[in-house]
């Protein structure tokens, strides 16, 4: 099995996007079918979506668009500045801006007190906070964030690393989601494999990142 820290896996995603230029758009959109197809929707019908405003919550929207377009019940909690959101997370979120009344931005103790109450009613948490973006400790409203999330007992998927885990590492930066089922996108990651406690509840997706560029990034192989 190919193992990748955050940094490989990064330049493959950049090869792929600036040299293959397959849209980035797209990989976002397939990450999100990616963990849609592990979710039963005879079973789950009320969501919450908890995005931070990297691609790692550009995947978290478009998931929750996907839900929506099947009047699934979802709420959209945004951790972040929405100013410094990538593309691909903009345009996720004007969708579902036209599709979800729940959208709350949690910024103080009153949003965070009023999101661990509501997230006592859905039946499905997705942790589409950090990825492979995660790059110093977790401090601050997403530590408490995360505790909110672990301290209720719902079914729980993260969607690339759990939040709080260095993809590289293993290491915990901070509390780290404790989620039920791990959707790693395209390859293994390296801190993900090496703490079984996660290896094992996690799979690995297919999300259309083109051989070329695992091949050129990892083993130099170009035309
Ligand atoms: N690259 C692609 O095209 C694809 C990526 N996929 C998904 O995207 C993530 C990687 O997305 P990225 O935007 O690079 O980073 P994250 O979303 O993981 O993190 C967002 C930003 O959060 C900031 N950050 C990092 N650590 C912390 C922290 N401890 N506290 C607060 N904020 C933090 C950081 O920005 P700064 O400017 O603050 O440094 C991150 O940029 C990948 O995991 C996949 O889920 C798609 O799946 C495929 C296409
Ligand atoms: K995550």
Do not use: W
Not at 89 to 108: A, D, K
Not at 153 to 164: A, F, N, V
Request: proline fraction near 2%.
């Amino acid at each position: 099995m190919i193992l990748v820290d955050k940094e490989k896996m990064r330049a493959i995603d950049s090869y792929a996007i600036n040299v293959l230029k397959v849209p980035a758009l797209s990989l976002v959109e397939r990450a999100s079918l990616a963990v849609l197809k592990h979710i039963n929707l005879n079973k789950f019908g009320y969501f919450a979506i908890v995005v931070g405003v990297g691609n790692n919550g550009a995947d978290g929207l478009a998931l929750a668009r996907n839900l929506l377009a099947r009047y699934k019940d979802v709420e959209i909690y945004i951790l972040g500045d929405v100013e410094k959101a990538s593309e691909e997370f903009r345009l996720n979120l004007e969708s579902c801006q036209m599709l979800c009344e729940e959208i709350f931005y949690v910024q103080s103790i009153e949003d965070l007190e009023e999101m661990e109450r509501r997230l006592n009613n859905v039946n499905l948490i997705v942790d589409a906070i950090f990825g492979t973006g995660l790059n110093r400790p977790v401090t601050g409203i997403y530590a408490t964030v995360v505790s909110i999330i672990n301290n209720v007992m719902k079914y729980k998927i993260s969607i690339d690393i759990p939040s709080g885990l260095d993809a590289s590492t293993g290491q915990d930066l901070g509390e780290v989601v404790d989620s039920d089922l791990i959707v790693t996108m395209q390859l293994m990651k390296k801190g993900i494999y090496e703490r079984e406690i996660y290896k094992k509840k996690c799979v690995i997706e297919d999300i259309g990142i083109p051989q070329k560029a695992i091949d050129s990034v990892l083993y130099g192989l170009v035309d």
